[in-house]
């Protein structure tokens, strides 16, 4: 089984490896062949990722070191791969949308004469983060971060000539620095408090280690596993975007759409697989996760606020993805890493296909706060028999499946965004006076996707259980994390109900400049 597993983790990387080195040494020049190559290479990397799946399910995590560079007595690293359930569900994901994504390019940039460079740095990107969640070591994870961000540089220049392509480019290239910046930083006080690179020693260190001596800065005094830790978290927030550093990714999407998909595999939610990937450090970094769940709140919510008044249908999804990756950084914040890990995989997939499928979006309108005629009368009561119903779910959801949310991080903002989700599917029904017989049934459609969430989070909870052991939350003191996160909660059932109330008020005057706002990003950007 080794053996299988071994040749399958070289082809996983080695195919789509070997189709960029192809592009660059000149096959980009024959572009109908270099995209067969391309579409061929995704297809076998799904497959090996298939079988690494297949092997891991069987005997659990598969770890293995194909040599080590340096002295093992001093400096060395090791040069291999670490495929355990974490890692398997994000390389599954990366591939599955990576395969469906060269397929969709074939077509999508059929005749385009630069279709040749495209297809190399595709390639190359799915090389690299695939390798950013298989490694075993942080040196090989840095260095396959600064790949992913090469890569993705590269296809935004796809159409160089464009200035909002350059400018979107430029922006990237300044955030992503900033990122790569932290984290050498990170990883060098990381070899200096550890004296190695290897995750699973450090992890372990980590784990068992008493009381670190505090180290010097600024004048502090600091624990210098929780500085590392912090480190991470603040590189995560980059590669995210999460406020202030979401500036970048609204910017892409003069890219070609193919690429705009590509992102959620892996890309854009790798800030989220760092977090969740050193959990056993960044645990003890409970002052930065504290940050880390405001940060994601603030980001949630100006990302949210965004969405609704945008008229582009990709910049749209853009800021809804922004919108969604606070959200993610927030249940990391809380310790709720495998609700995390599970809204990294379902948003990946779910936003991947909203990309592909914009085009058939152009003719629907995206939210807004207009409302016009009778429905703007029947808007916030049908609104609020929608939210009151919802509410009934989401308790009659915990009480049938006996979840327990005391003990479950992040249980309060999972039941609070069911509640918004079911509330914003019901109102359109009940407002439209339709019969009671079709919004009857989407209450139970509600309902019954309520259980099956919480079915899924245990079931990934379970799943990841060998990998994270029980979710670790931050320390936070218990007189501050009561008052901190029902804050958080009150402001977001704030602003929702603040938001419908301006779309009732959109002919008033605070409503119009509160729309300006959010339409110029409340000149934030």
């Known amino acids: ?82 495929v355990d359930r974490l890692s398997i569900l994000s390389v599954l994901l990366i591939t599955s949308i990576g395969l469906v994504v060269q397929r969709y390019s074939v077509r999508y940039l059929d005749g385009d004469e630069r279709q040749g460079n495209f297809f190399t740095g595709l390639s190359f ?33 796809h159409f160089s000539e464009r200035e909002a392509a350059q400018k979107a480019a430029w922006r990237k290239f300044v955030v992503s620095r900033v990122g790569d910046t932290v984290l050498i930083a990170a990883l060098l006080l990381t070899y200096s408090v550890f004296g190695t690179f290897e995750l699973k020693e450090i992890f372990e260190i980590a784990r068992t280690h008493g009381a670190w001596d505090p180290i010097q800065l600024f004048g502090l005094a600091l624990n210098p596993c929780a500085l590392v830790g912090s480190l ?20 892409t999407m003069e890219t070609p759409t193919p690429v705009s998909a590509l992102m959620h595999a892996g890309i854009i939610n790798a800030g989220g697989f760092l977090i969740v990937r050193l959990s056993p450090l960044v645990a003890h970094a409970s002052f930065a996760l504290h940050v880390l769940f405001l940060i994601g709140a603030l980001t949630a919510l100006f990302g949210g606020l965004i969405y609704l008044v945008q008229t582009d249908v990709k910049r749209s999804l853009a800021y809804s993805t922004i919108s969604q990756m606070g959200y993610m950084m927030m249940q990391c914040g809380l310790g709720a890493f495998g609700a995390a890990v599970l809204h990294l995989v379902m948003h990946g997939y779910y936003k991947a296909h909203a990309f592909l499928s914009a ?49 479950k991080p992040g249980g309060v903002f999972l039941c609070l965004f069911l509640w918004f989700s079911s509330t914003q599917a019901l109102s359109p029904l009940i407002r439209r006076s339709t019969p009671v017989i ?39 003191p218990t007189e501050l ?9 009150v402001a977001f059932v704030g602003l929702f109900g603040f938001v419908e109330l301006a779309r009732v008020s959109s002919h008033q005057a605070w409503a119009r400049k509160f729309y300006v706002l959010c339409l110029n990003h409340f000149y934030v950007e």
């Open 438 to 476: 079709p919004w009857t049934v989407m209450t139970g459609i509600s309902f019954t996707g309520m259980v099956i969430y919480w079915s899924l989070l245990g079931a990934i909870n379970h799943f990841l259980d060998p990998v994270l052991g029980s979710e670790v939350g931050p320390s936070i």
């Open 232 to 251: 991470y978290v603040i590189g995560a927030m980059t590669k995210s975007a999460q406020f202030p550093f979401h500036i970048w990714l609204p910017e």
């Open 359 to 407: 085009a058939g979006r152009i003719d629907l309108s995206p939210l807004s706060f207009k409302a016009q005629g009778t429905e703007t009368k029947a808007l916030l009561p049908a609104k609020m028999i929608a939210a009151v119903l919802s509410l009934i779910l989401v308790a009659l959801s915990i009480v049938v499946l006996e979840v327990d949310l005391a003990n």
């Open 125 to 157: 990107v799915l090389f690299a983060v695939t390798l950013f969640v298989i490694s075993r070591n942080l040196l090989a994870l840095t260095l396959s971060w600064f790949a992913v961000s090469a890569g993705v540089h590269r296809l935004l220049l």
């Open 1 to 82: 089984m080794n053996n299988l597993l071994s040749t399958a983790s070289l082809v996983l990387l080695g195919a789509p490896l070997l189709v960029s080195v192809l592009g660059l040494i000149g096959l980009r020049k024959n572009p109908v062949l270099l995209r067969r190559l391309s579409l061929a290479g995704a297809a076998t990397a799904f497959g090996s990722a298939l079988v690494l799946a297949y092997g891991v399910l069987q005997q659990g995590s598969f770890d293995q070191i194909y040599g080590i560079v340096g002295d093992p007595n001093l400096f060395h690293f090791s040069v291999g791969v670490w």
């Open 481 to 489: 994390s009561p008052v901190l996160v029902g804050s958080v909660a």
